[in-house]
């Protein structure tokens, strides 16, 4: 069994000596998991960055087994925000959820091609990376919560059944709720930010908290809690510095 696609490195783990365990997203094959021999060695190291975007052969007997994994490397996105700690952190964080949250071997496209096209955006501008790229990675993760099955519901308020004024989301239901219907219970509700609701909307840094609040609830519930596992540390480091972030604007 063998095939050969362009893939996104999510992570890779030393495996022995100088293998590597390493998990890919792909298009037409979704997540995937193989053994890189040499992948822990200095070669492999580079090669195996989470963020890169790789031309990756996997091989097995059976397609139930683990595999070999080679590639080469297409676009270097990791090394290009190596020196940008923000966009550095954008990067793990995506990668993170994408490895911990999609199920293995299950294609899921749009995930793969808009990951694909926020790597690229962050990696032309390390330093304005979160400016330019906040508002793709949380409608990136909106995306995921879709294609998951546990998609937010923005269409119209949840009360009074208005298009316009959508300001909040319920916790319980992922309905959008206008200011207008919120009434007594607007504090127990979940902001909206506009950049849900426009994508010409770059957001502001009070907006991306709240955005990461909002999608992180449903993360946590969902696509993580309904497997028992935690955010991963990486999104959480995030969190803490869009908070910095949006403290001192």
């Given at each position: 069994m063998e095939w050969e696609a362009p893939a996104l490195?999510?992570?890779?783990?030393?495996?022995?000596?100088?293998?590597?365990?390493?998990?890919?997203?792909?298009?037409?094959?979704?997540?995937?998991?193989?053994?890189?021999r040499g992948g822990a060695a200095r070669a492999g190291r580079a090669l195996w960055q989470p963020g890169n975007?790789?031309?990756a052969v996997w091989r097995g007997r059976l397609p139930e087994q683990l595999g070999n994994l080679s590639g080469e490397l297409v676009h270097g996105s990791a090394a290009r925000v190596m020196s940008a700690p923000l966009a550095l952190a954008m990067l793990a964080s995506v990668c993170a959820v994408a490895d911990g949250s999609l199920p293995e071997r299950e294609p899921h496209p749009r995930i793969f091609h808009l990951l694909t096209r926020f790597f690229a955006l962050i990696s032309l501008d390390p330093d304005m990376a979160a400016?330019?790229?906040?508002?793709?990675?949380?409608?990136?993760?909106?995306?995921?919560?879709?294609d998951l099955g546990y998609g937010l519901d923005l269409s119209a308020c949840a009360v009074t059944g208005?298009?316009?004024?959508?300001?909040?989301?319920?916790?319980?239901?992922?309905?959008?709720?206008?200011?207008?219907?919120?009434?007594?219970?607007?504090?127990?509700?979940?902001?909206?930010?506009?950049l849900f609701?426009?994508?010409?909307?770059?957001?502001?840094?009070?907006?991306?908290?709240?955005?990461?609040?909002?999608?992180?609830?449903?993360?946590?519930?969902?696509?993580?809690?309904?497997?028992?596992?935690?955010?991963?540390?990486?999104?959480?480091?995030?969190v803490d510095m869009i908070g910095a972030l949006a403290a001192t604007a």
């Open positions: 490195v999510l992570s890779a783990a030393p495996y022995g000596e100088s293998s590597a365990i390493v998990h890919l997203l792909t298009e037409e094959h979704g997540l995937f998991h193989g053994l890189s975007l790789v031309r400016w330019s790229g906040m508002a793709a990675l949380l409608r990136w993760e909106a995306c995921l919560l879709s208005a298009t316009e004024g959508l300001a909040w989301v319920s916790p319980r239901t992922g309905r959008a709720v206008s200011d207008a219907g919120a009434g007594t219970w607007r504090p127990r509700l979940l902001r909206l930010p506009p609701l426009d994508e010409t909307d770059p957001g502001t840094s009070t907006d991306w908290q709240d955005g990461l609040r909002l999608t992180g609830y449903f993360l946590a519930r969902d696509a993580f809690g309904q497997h028992h596992r935690p955010l991963p540390a990486a999104r959480l480091r995030l």
